[in-house]
């Protein structure tokens, strides 16, 4: 079946500029996270939605970044007057459930860079 | 804030060659932890879920320890190949999320 895609798989912008980025999970999977990884670290979390709900928003760097999940399906994060300290790896995955030994299911990510 | 650590950073094997990397993560409140395969321009691949003290676990010539009490997994590949090129990821999930550790580059050389 199909996995979790993510568009666009590159994205390029000028600082300052807004930026919208695309996640679709995995057909029935109610869990859906982002995480973003900056140059030479492992991935870092943002942020976890159950359903339509973001259930913990605690890794978003700064109020330029928000997410949304209006029919607790496909996900969009966005990011206002984007930096240069925001270029990396905007990834997203998906889990039947949110238990701590579920697995979560990653799509190829996005790579955003601020010019 | 969790800290999860791998080492080495980057490892260049030959093809054949056996090699194994280590996860260190916090051996309080421990309840899984996730190995992952991201090669490059693809999705990470989930290799393993590791839950027990004592567990291990194997997928082809890829197999995993864990040891809770003092902290860390070790992950071993048995006789590389130049297709398991990329890094590998161990997370620490004691919630909702995924904490990473900085992740080992494999790179096997024909």
């Excluded at chain 1, 966005?78 to 270029?87: A, L, V």
């Excluded at chain 2, 260190?24 to 691949?45: D, G, V």
Aim: proline share 5%; aromatic share 12%; hydrophobic share 30%.
């Amino acid at each position: 079946g199909a996995g979790v895609s993510q568009t666009p798989s590159n994205k390029v912008t000028e600082k300052g500029k807004y930026v919208e980025l695309r996640c679709d999970p995995i057909s029935g999977h109610t869990a859906l996270y982002w995480y973003r990884q900056s140059l030479g670290q492992g991935p870092e979390f943002l942020i976890y939605f159950q359903g339509t709900g973001a259930a913990d928003d605690s890794g978003l760097p700064n109020d330029r970044f928000f997410a949304v999940r209006p029919e607790g399906s496909v996900s969009t994060l966005k990011i206002q007057r984007t930096e240069r300290g925001d270029s990396a790896v905007y990834l997203c995955a998906s889990s039947s459930l949110a238990g701590v030994t579920d697995t979560q299911y990653f799509g190829p990510g996005t790579r955003l860079t601020v010019l | 804030i969790l800290n999860v650590e791998q080492s080495p950073q980057s490892l260049h094997v030959q093809e054949g060659d056996s090699t194994n990397f280590t996860c260190s993560f916090p051996s309080s409140n421990f309840y899984a932890l996730h190995w992952y395969r991201w090669e490059t321009a693809k999705s990470p691949e989930a290799l393993f879920v590791m839950t027990l003290n004592g567990d291990e676990k194997k997928k082809g010539r890829i197999s995993a320890t864990l040891n809770t009490k003092e902290g860390y997994s070790y992950l071993y590949i048995k006789g590389s190949q130049p297709e398991d090129s990329a890094t590998y990821l161990c997370a620490f999930n004691a919630g909702n999320m995924l904490t990473f550790g900085g992740g080992t580059r494999l790179m096997v050389k024909p």
